[in-house]
């Protein structure tokens, strides 16, 4: 009797350690592991599910923040081999900053006061506004006022839709997903009548879902200044300050506007962009 | 000493928990209430004499108890609200609320109906046999005879499930229920890391409170109403 | 079920009547399919690209197959440790020694009552604070949250497995001179294993559903990476159906594993063999729930 049951059970626990033994090393290829690993490498958190700013695209990464992050990984001396990327979902982006899940983030990440006493940011790179995203065919939005009564969408764990209940049009109405693409499509198929954040995510938005049948409104009412989210206490911000002056001078910065924004009908703010990095903390 | 209290108290003051919690309780209210009666109509079509009925019956359970609850939370926002076009309130608020009340009662419905199936197994053939005997068809022999003794037999499973109901509120998160207690929880850590001990604990306190009685309660029920044989 | 004693067989008027009824009932069927179709059609949802993108190669290769294979990492971890855990607080619940019996229970209560996704945020919070830069923290929360809850489970289902044995097993140990202990560890513990074998693979059902919950502190578990599959090709509806089914399958397999070991096992024991229930605590489905000889 006993022997069965400890076969048994040497069985069981045999083929479940076959079967996570077969996950580690398949998901070897995949980017993952944290900040810690390999002690020279850096590990990057960006968005994977941002059309044009940070997207997996199957083995690779596209994007405007993805471009920026891996000039100033360059600029900060680790090569293109060394850099890892990991995903870092609004919602999270503190967490793993806290926790060393990740050594820095460039994933729209805007400098806030509030995000300013738990993590520290290096930047601005980039200045969007928040604006809206409707149906190509909506003429009663031109504006956040516009919104009162009306169904809107946003990402949980952004501010961009708080900031509409509490500034513009208190009676909107307010839907919050794990993901942008998910507003796209309440959007299209009717239900929400904007989805808000920054001009430059709708724009790619727009442009990888949109056939044509949304568009932005065009009209920024904030000025969201990107930053590099760091761990507080971080020694890296002044370097990365530098990289960021240096990226902007030498043109590179255009240049991945231009790349990443094409066919998206889109241009930043020229009075806020370029931006001047701020004093580090 | 003082200063740690007075943030406490603020942080318990700056964010509404005790209504995170009559959110939880009243999703798992409704999700219950209309768990048991499908879940209950679900039994009958897998003991009923219609073997289409049976079938319909055994696929609903096998899809809906394998299918993790926060996909289908996704799906009554994503699917039934906005491909579907089912509203189900005027208001956002009731709207997502109560499609996450229809989320967790489909899921649980599953779980319901293998319970009362449990309790079932517990009513002796004589009963069957002499239900048939007294002339009662299938409907009135379920009603009068099987039921009432299946449902006192499947007390204690049926107790379970309600428990893993109410823990199981928590993922109305996914259906964009974002003032129920999983997502309260969560922004206060995000946003006050050094109390993450004292977060966590208000809120695992509040569902031992919460589920420990319902424990304790099937299990009493369950003895007292066990049918003795 | 034609051995039913609920209902008499069907005699000519009942069958057509059934007949007609399993029409009417097709009908319905079919008209509420035709209507969802209709409704997915008029919002583009059927659009053949959609549905291509959702089971792509390309979809499989880079996101679902690397979700997956992180979902059974997780889910294998989890399992291992939570039998450990079972193991340790279900015998610590039937241990001679008050103290031991009582932190067991508290400890086992506990977090059987504490909602699996608190864990998660909890321990995710946690471990960023315990061991900065260190691993992956969204898959070792996922991971202890499903040990705390699943080993409990477990834990239970040691003691109902114990106690679920004839008391014949226990005295005869007694009887020829065993200490409880022994009798424990040699009598009653092996047969109380088998016993509860199938509700464990039960449990894996548990533990990969749950996993999913990792999406929420981004754990790039299979849901995860489906969303960040439609993020890109805006077809959710059509990704989350083939994430649905590819779990619906998984736990459909381990299910009949479970059935099938109970009926294997049943006679291995002289408790009866638990499949579990999939949910909460699966105490009071017996087996033979499969029940043949009952209604």
Redesign the interface.
């Known amino acids: ?2 022997k ?3 076969g ?2 040497a069985m ?2 045999a083929s ?2 076959a ?2 033994a ?3 090393a ?2 070897g ?2 980017p ?5 690993e390999g002690g020279d490498g850096i590990t990057i958190g960006i968005k ?4 044009g700013l940070g ?5 690779e990464y596209t994007g405007f923040d993805v471009d920026v992050a891996r000039y100033v990984a360059n600029e900060l001396g680790y090569s293109e081999d060394q850099i890892t990327f990991k ?3 609004s ?2 982006r ?3 900053l ?4 990740v050594d820095m983030i460039f994933a729209t990440y805007s400098i806030t006061d ?1 995000r300013k006493e ?1 993590i520290d940011f290096a930047g601005p790179y980039f200045v969007a506004g928040q604006d809206l995203l409707v149906a190509a065919d909506n003429t009663d939005i031109t504006g956040p006022e516009d919104l009162e009564g009306k ?1 809107l969408c946003s990402v ?2 952004s501010t961009s839709a708080e900031k509409i209940k509490t500034d513009y049009a208190e009676g909107v ?10 507003c ?3 959007l ?4 929400v009548d904007a989805v808000t954040t920054d001009d430059i995510i709708l724009a790619g938005l727009s442009a ?2 949109g056939d044509g049948n949304l568009k932005v409104v065009g009209a920024p009412f904030s000025e969201e200044r990107y930053g590099v989210g760091l761990p507080k206490g971080s020694d890296r911000c002044e370097d990365i300050n530098a990289a960021i002056t240096k990226m902007i001078d030498d043109g590179t910065w255009e240049e991945l506007v231009a790349a990443n924004t094409e066919g998206a009908d889109y241009t930043p703010n020229a009075d806020l962009n370029p931006p001047t990095p701020d004093a580090c903390a | 000493m003082n200063d740690y209290l007075s943030g406490l108290g603020a942080l318990l003051q700056q964010y509404d928990v005790l209504g995170a919690f009559w959110t939880n309780i009243q999703l798992t209210f409704w999700g219950a209430l209309i768990a048991l009666a499908l879940g209950t109509l679900l039994a009958l079509m897998r003991i009923s004499p219609i073997a289409s009925l049976r079938w319909a019956g055994a696929t609903y359970v096998s899809i809906f108890r394998n299918t993790p609850l926060t996909i289908i939370m996704t799906f009554m ?2 699917g039934v ?3 579907l ?1 089912i509203q189900l309130a005027d ?3 009731d709207n ?1 609320f109560r499609l996450a009340v229809v989320g967790l009662a489909v899921y649980h419905a599953a779980f319901v109906c293998e319970a009362i199936r449990s309790g079932v197994n517990t009513v002796p053939l004589g009963q069957a046999e002499a239900a048939r005997a007294i002339g009662l068809s299938f409907l009135p022999a379920a009603r009068l005879i099987i039921l009432p003794q299946a449902f006192r037999g499947a007390t204690a499973p049926l107790g379970n499930t309600l428990i893993a109901l109410l823990k199981n509120s928590t993922v109305a998160a ?1 259906a ?1 229920v ?1 003032w129920e207690t999983s ?1 309260t929880m ?1 922004t206060m ?3 006050n ?1 050094n109390y993450l001990w004292e977060i966590f604990a208000v809120f695992a306190i509040g569902y031992v409170i919460l589920v420990i009685p319902i424990g304790l309660l099937t299990t009493w029920l369950s003895r007292r109403l066990a049918v003795k044989r | 079920m034609s051995a039913s004693v609920l209902f008499d067989a069907p005699g000519p008027r009942a069958r057509s009547w059934t007949l007609a009824g399993n029409i009417v009932g097709a009908l319905v069927v079919l008209a509420v399919a035709a209507w969802v179709l209709v409704q997915l059609d008029s ?2 949802q059927l659009e053949p690209q959609l549905w291509a993108d959702a089971v792509s190669a ?1 979809t499989w ?3 679902l ?2 979700g997956l ?2 979902t ?2 997780a889910a ?2 989890a ?2 440790g939570s ?1 450990v855990f079972g193991l340790v607080f279900g015998t610590g619940r039937l241990s001679q020694i008050g103290l031991v019996r009582g932190v067991s229970g508290t400890v086992v209560e506990f977090f059987r009552a504490v909602p699996v996704l608190l864990m998660m945020v909890f321990f ?2 946690l ?3 315990l ?8 898959f070792l929360a996922v991971v202890v949250a499903l040990i705390l809850y699943n080993g409990s489970v477990i834990a239970e289902l040691v003691r109902s497995g114990v106690g679920n044995l004839p008391r014949g097993q226990g005295e005869a140990g007694l009887a020829i001179g065993l200490t409880p202990g022994q009798t424990l560890r ?1 009598v009653q513990l ?2 109380a ?2 016993a509860m ?1 199938p509700a ?1 693979v039960s449990q894996i059902v548990v533990v990969l559903k749950d996993s999913a919950l990792g ?4 754990y ?1 578990e299979l849901l995860r990476t489906g ?2 599959v ?3 090709d ?1 077809n ?2 059509q990704v989350l159906t083939v994430v649905a089914v590819v779990f619906i399958v998984l736990n459909l397999l381990l299910t009949v594993v479970a059935h099938q070991l109970s009926r294997l096992l049943s006679s ?1 024991t002289a408790g009866q063999t638990i499949e579990g229930t999939g949910i909460g605590n699966p105490t009071a489905v017996a087996a033979g729930a499969g029940g043949t000889d009952k209604i």
Request: hydrophobic share 40%; net charge negative; glycine share 12%.
């Open positions: 009797m006993r069965h049951t400890m048994l059970l069981a626990a479940t350690l079967l996570s077969c996950g580690g398949e998901v290829g995949e993952e592991g944290g900040a810690s994977y599910d941002q059309p997207l997996q695209d199957g083995a995903e870092t979902p919602a999270n503190e967490s793993m806290q926790n060393g899940d509030e738990v169904n949980t764990g109405q307010l839907l919050e997903r794990p993901g942008y693409a998910e796209v499509t309440a299209a198929a009717g239900q990888a879902n | 926002v994503m609200w906005t491909a076009q208001n956002f608020e997502f996914a964009s974002s997502s969560k850590i995000e946003f890391p | 919002k583009g390309r290769q880079y996101y197959i690397p294979l992180n059974l990492r294998a971890f399992i291992v039998i995710y919070g471990f960023g604070q061991l900065p830069g260190v691993g992956d923290k969204a040699s092996p047969q294993l088998v074998l464990m999406q929420l502190i981004g790039q969303q960040i439609y993020s890109a805006g959710p509806l291995r």
